[in-house]
Structure formats: structure tokens, C-alpha cells
Nanobody, 118 residues
Framework: QVQLVESGGGLVQAGGSLRLSCTAS????????MGWYRQAPGKQRELVAL??????????DYAESVKGRFTISRVNAKNTVYLQMNSLKAEDTAVYYC?????????WGQGTHVTVSS
């Protein structure tokens, strides 16, 4: 069982920045995915960004709506994944969930609220 603990959400004005952090209770192999999803009120949960590694190189995938504004990164030694969010828009308002997968299962964090005021 893996527990994921998020932090860093909050209220920010449009155009501002926030950094989300998520730490896993166990080591997640670098070639397993870690990342972020979000769910806005009345909408389905959607992918924001995922990161995985191979041969010492990390590979990231982003939703089109956040490309160029959000950056995902990962520190394997700390079992932690980050999401740097810049140029935030009102439509980025959502609950952001940390995610990881292992050989056995997928795991989700409890979620952290991000509210962007316009």
C-alpha cells in the first residue's frame, strides 16, 4: 500500500503561480508513473501531467491545456513529484490529485484545492 500526501494548493490570482508537491510513503521506481490529475466542479477527472523515467532520463506528458504553463518534475530519492504551475487561469481551478502506479496497483492522494480568481 502506498500513501500519497499532497501540499501546496491554495488561492491565487489569475496570472500567478503555485507549486504542488506530493510525497509517496514508499519508494516508487523511476520507471513507474507519478503525476497529477484534476477535477473541476461538475466535470470529470482529467490528466494534467505524468512523468516517468528510463535510463536516467525523465519523460513528461502534459494535457494540451497546460502545456507551456505547467512543469512536472520528480526527485526519486525523496519519493516526491512536483507540479510548478505558472500563468494560472480561472479554468485551472480544481481539486488536484497526485497519482502513482506500481506493479500491483494505482494510488491516489486525497487531493489539494487550487482556486484561481479572475
Amino acid at each position: 500500500q502506498v500513501q500519497l500526501v499532497e501540499s501546496g494548493g491554495g488561492l491565487v490570482q489569475a496570472g500567478g503561480s503555485l507549486r504542488l508537491s506530493c510525497t509517496a510513503s514508499k519508494s516508487i521506481p523511476s520507471n513507474n508513473y507519478m503525476g497529477w490529475y484534476r477535477q473541476a466542479p461538475g466535470k470529470q477527472r482529467e490528466l494534467v501531467a505524468l512523468i516517468t523515467g528510463s535510463g536516467g532520463t525523465n519523460y513528461a506528458d502534459y494535457a494540451e491545456s497546460v502545456k507551456g504553463r505547467f512543469t512536472i518534475s520528480r526527485v526519486n530519492a525523496k519519493n516526491t513529484v512536483y507540479l510548478q504551475m505558472n500563468s494560472l487561469k480561472a479554468e485551472d481551478t480544481a481539486v488536484y490529485y497526485c497519482y502513482c502506479d506500481t506493479v500491483l496497483s494505482e494510488y491516489w492522494g486525497q487531493g489539494t484545492h487550487v482556486t484561481v480568481s479572475s
